[in-house]
């Protein structure tokens, strides 16, 4: 496949503008890096780049309104893009119109509304509307602070897993020894069961010590079996850059419904036996343990961390 020719801008991102490809509204415009515009074209669905929370996110994540792609079409400078697509739930708008464009501009500057708003965005998002600018800057900081302690603990758990898998440690190292196996539907299966049970800790089906203990717990397992298969695969950390995808999660408050198709999305892909499908795969999974830390209030540095003192434990890393 040749290099792809788009010209970013030095942030790395390019405008998009949505259009529905039934009536041809343009719907939306927001942003996209490489990476979103990889996973638009793998998942077919629209993914953006969210400047504020510094983090990709799926467009209807949160409200269901999702974006099904019909096709990709490009300028004539290649410093912007069009995607054509349907529109599954009726608004485009996060604040509940079908288009953000809902407004008219008059002679005398002021507003007309021109549209119906289809839904209440108060009832449809979790998190409060109208959060303060201050408030929405400290957690922008927050969030790119985090990202960085995050990508540098997952970095070095991969490290290590990637090192128990390039040296047979079977006879001392369980770890090892799953990876010199290298049965991936064993590992896939268990990551299913982990699943399940960091879902199960969210809903109260399943308890040891309490919610945010439990959620550290099961998240570091998620994780544990996300990394495994990764390192099975040979699935470079770029590939599915499990710090992003699980500030994704942690910011994606997703309703039960959204976790179950996650949940289903996630073991058909890592199942499917083709290292691309598996990457995305292993990113919906890592997003499944923000999604978990955020419900439960807990750090999503949290389950690495615990991770990192186990391995301290048994010298695997200073």
């Known amino acids: 496949m040749s290099e792809l020719p788009l010209k970013f801008d030095r942030q790395g991102l390019i405008p998009v503008v949505i259009q529905d490809d039934a009536t041809n509204e343009v ?75 809902y407004r008219r501009l008059e002679d005398d500057n002021s507003y007309v509304t021109i549209a119906e708003r289809i839904f209440d965005p108060q009832q449809v998002y979790t998190h409060a509307v109208g959060v303060k600018q201050e408030q929405a800057k400290d957690k922008e900081y927050i969030s790119m602070e985090t990202e960085q302690k995050l990508q540098d603990a997952l970095r070095q758990l991969y490290g290590v897993y990637i090192y128990l898998r390039d040296h047979d440690l079977s006879e001392e190292s369980n770890t090892s020894r799953l990876l010199q196996e290298r049965s991936q539907s064993y590992l896939a299966s268990r990551l299913g069961d982990e699943l399940e049970e960091l879902a199960e800790v969210q809903s109260g089906e399943h308890v040891h010590s309490g919610r945010q203990s439990d959620t550290v717990l099961e998240g570091s397992q998620v994780g544990y079996w996300l990394f495994l298969l990764a390192a099975g695969c040979s699935i470079p950390y770029p590939d599915f850059e499990p710090h992003q995808a699980l500030l994704e999660g942690y910011h994606g408050r997703y309703n039960d419904s959204r976790v179950i198709e996650l949940r289903e999305e996630c073991a058909r892909m890592v199942a499917s036996g083709q290292p691309e499908i598996i990457s995305r795969g292993l990113t919906i999974g890592f997003m499944l343990i923000g999604w978990a830390c955020a419900a439960a209030g807990v750090d999503p540095l949290a389950p690495a961390e615990f991770d990192l003192g186990q391995m301290r434990r048994k010298g695997l890393v200073q």
């Open 27 to 101: 719907l939306m415009v927001a942003f996209m890096n490489d990476k979103a515009l990889e996973r638009t074209r793998e998942s077919g669905y629209t993914h953006f780049y969210s400047r504020s929370r510094n983090t990709i996110w799926r467009k209807g994540e949160q409200s269901g309104h999702t974006q099904q792609v019909r096709g990709i079409f490009v300028n004539c400078e290649e410093n912007s893009i069009v995607i054509r697509v349907i529109q599954q739930g009726e608004a485009a708008c996060h604040e509940g119109y079908r288009s953000c464009y």
